[in-house]
């Protein structure tokens, strides 16, 4: 989609550091890293919300779980990492093409700020 940071990143027009692809996600370090690692996985689908997702992409959910899961493993961090997808601005969305941010290789406070 034009406009649309993510889809920037995943057509290249944006350079990033990417730790996985394939033909429907893709995985990239985060340009402003809130942990030790922090790693943005999306779909290459334009999905603006998780609010949105319906039958037709739920599967990309799923998918964007067990890739975060696999660099959770690759990269040491079992001990304890978190997934986080924030909805809308008020939960502090500010790119509106649904991520999985995992985060890791730090220990986490709950409830989150
Ligand atoms: P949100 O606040 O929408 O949940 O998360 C957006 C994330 O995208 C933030 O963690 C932010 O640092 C990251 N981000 C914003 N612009 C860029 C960029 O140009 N490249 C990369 N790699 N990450 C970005
Ligand atoms: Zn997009």
Known sequence: ??????????????????V????????FEDISPQAPTHIQVIPKQHI??????????SHLVGKMTQVANKIAKEQDLLDGYRLVINCNPGAGQTVF?????????RTFKWPPG
């Open 20 to 27: 996985y692809e394939d033909e429907e996600i893709i995985a």
């Open 48 to 57: 603006a919300r998780i609010y949105d997702v319906d039958d037709s992409t």
């Open 1 to 18: 989609m034009e406009d649309c940071l993510f889809c920037k990143i995943i057509n290249q027009e944006i350079p990033s550091n990417k």
């Open 97 to 105: 093409h649904i991520h999985l941010h995992l985060l890791g290789g």
